[in-house]
């Protein structure tokens, strides 16, 4: 009976590793040049302009994060700059109103109060590739995703061939709700000391753009 029971417990525990990551192995293509592949593009001769847009967490292994939206940490920056970062909300209320595209840029649509910054890159760490403000390591790019030669639905985001982001939660603090942060797995996004690709609680997903 002991050895029986002690058998279905490690069945039990034994199954979650033993899943297969909900992250599939996806075949990823650049797409659009500029803005265009985003949702609400405004094609014109003089203009490379979208309308609104937000991201959303899609196919993460935490599958509770799906279909979260993105939403900003903004901070205090210096000379009266502000900064901030793009993170995925649990709150709904709490999901910023949204992006936009310009000239292949991305840009805070409601970020109005000068002097403010409203320009987002990629943060220039390798290891901390999050999309931020007041920081230049690259721009973001749009991609399809393909599995077994077909087209998935939606426009992912990336750079340089990856759109593969790693997601980790982060709790509630006295200052702030709960929000989980989010960088890309690119390039020497492993952990410089111990050359772990993920950190500590980080799991992996897709981040797809969704017009309003
Ligand atoms: C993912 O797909 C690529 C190309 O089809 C293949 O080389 C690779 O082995 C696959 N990886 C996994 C983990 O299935
Ligand atoms: C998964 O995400 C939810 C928030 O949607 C969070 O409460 C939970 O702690 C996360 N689990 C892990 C293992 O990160
Ligand atoms: C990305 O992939 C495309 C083919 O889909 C290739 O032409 C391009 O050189 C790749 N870019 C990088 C940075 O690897
Ligand atoms: C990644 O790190 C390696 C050494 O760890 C370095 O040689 C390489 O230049 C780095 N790549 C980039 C894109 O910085």
């Known amino acids: 009976?002991?050895?029986?029971?002690?058998?279905?417990?490690?069945?039990?525990?034994?199954?979650?590793?033993?899943?297969?990551?909900?992250?599939?192995?996806?075949?990823?293509?650049?797409?659009?040049?500029?803005?265009?592949?985003?949702?609400?593009?405004?094609?014109?001769?003089?203009?490379?302009?979208?309308?609104?847009?937000?991201?959303?967490?899609?196919?993460?292994?935490?599958?509770?994060?799906?279909?979260?939206?993105?939403?900003?940490?903004?901070?205090?920056?210096?000379?009266?700059?502000?900064?901030?970062?793009?993170?995925?909300?649990?709150?709904?209320?709490g999901a910023t109103p949204g992006f936009c595209c310009v000239n292949g840029v991305i840009e805070d649509l409601y970020l109005t109060t000068a002097p403010a910054v409203t320009t987002i890159y990629f943060s220039a760490s390798l290891y901390d590739a999050q999309l931020t403000y007041l920081e230049d390591g690259g721009k973001v790019e749009t991609y399809a995703h393909e599995i077994g030669g077909v087209r998935q639905d939606g426009v992912f985001i990336g750079a340089g061939n990856v759109t593969t982001w790693g997601f980790k939660y982060q709790p509630a603090s006295a200052s702030e709700p709960d929000y989980i942060e989010m960088r890309l797995l690119g390039p020497n996004s492993s952990d410089p000391t111990t050359g772990k690709p993920l950190r500590d609680g980080e799991f992996k997903g897709f981040l797809k753009v969704e017009g309003l």
């Not at 659009?32 to 094609?43: D, F, H, L, T």
């Not at 979208?50 to 991201?55: D, H, M, S």
């Open 1 to 93: 009976m002991t050895v029986f029971l002690s058998f279905i417990v490690t069945l039990l525990l034994g199954a979650p590793m033993a899943l297969v990551s909900a992250v599939p192995n996806v075949t990823v293509t650049p797409i659009g040049r500029g803005c265009s592949a985003y949702p609400n593009w405004y094609p014109s001769p003089e203009s490379d302009t979208t309308g609104g847009f937000r991201f959303r967490a899609d196919q993460a292994d935490n599958s509770s994060i799906n279909g979260l939206y993105s939403s900003v940490r903004y901070f205090p920056g210096s000379n009266g700059l502000r900064s901030g970062n793009i993170v995925i909300t649990p709150n709904t209320m």
